[in-house]
């Protein structure tokens, strides 16, 4: 097991803010400069392309300022998209059939690239599956699942793991574990 970063100082801390055009919420800034620089979460650390965090490669520094958006935001997006695939009867030939499904394919790619603006893998679980971590918006603070990889959904992580119920907040979602507080039927 890798030894526990040590915090960050408030210079790198506001350092990686400027960077990176985001205002870390209270929690995890408070926890970054009194606790770890990573351990339970990703770390956080000065690269030679600059701040970043581990297990978050395929972030795109542009979507992090963006607010997280709740999925119930764009659920009504993700339907239509679903509905306009297209298909292969609908086309007189192959090759404009394979043309069309690739542009929808990419504009799906972008669209669930929109569900996690804001917002870092805190805790990478495998198989595509990931804790996390609403860093801008209304929800900001704010702990989530991500699993679409396995059912299409990102859902919030909570205490009381009943549909409605408000995602957990940094600070108490530290020492436990993210599977104990999906919703039932999820673990």
Not at 118 to 134: D, N, R, S, Y
């Amino acid at each position: 097991m890798a030894p526990i970063p040590p915090p960050l100082t408030e210079a790198e801390v506001a350092d990686a803010e400027r960077e990176l055009g985001v205002a870390f919420p209270a929690e995890y800034r408070a926890y970054l400069l009194g606790v770890s620089a990573g351990g339970a979460v990703s770390r956080l650390a000065r690269t030679e392309r600059g701040w970043s965090w581990e297990n978050n490669e395929a972030l795109a520094p542009e979507s992090l300022a963006l607010p997280f958006p709740h999925p119930d935001s764009y659920a009504a997006e993700d339907d239509a998209l679903v509905d306009r695939e297209p298909r292969a009867e609908d086309f007189a030939d192959q090759h404009a059939y394979a043309d069309a499904w690739r542009n929808w394919d990419d504009e799906c790619g972008a669209f669930e690239d929109r569900k996690t603006a804001g917002a870092i893998v805190a805790q990478e679980h495998g198989c595509g599956l990931a804790t996390l971590l609403a860093l801008t918006g209304p929800l900001a603070g704010t702990l989530w699942w991500d699993g679409r990889a396995t059912c299409g959904l990102i859902v919030p992580l909570s205490l009381d793991r009943l549909p409605g119920t408000p995602p957990i907040t940094f600070a108490a979602w530290l020492g436990r574990r993210s599977w104990d507080l999906l919703p039932p039927g999820w673990s």
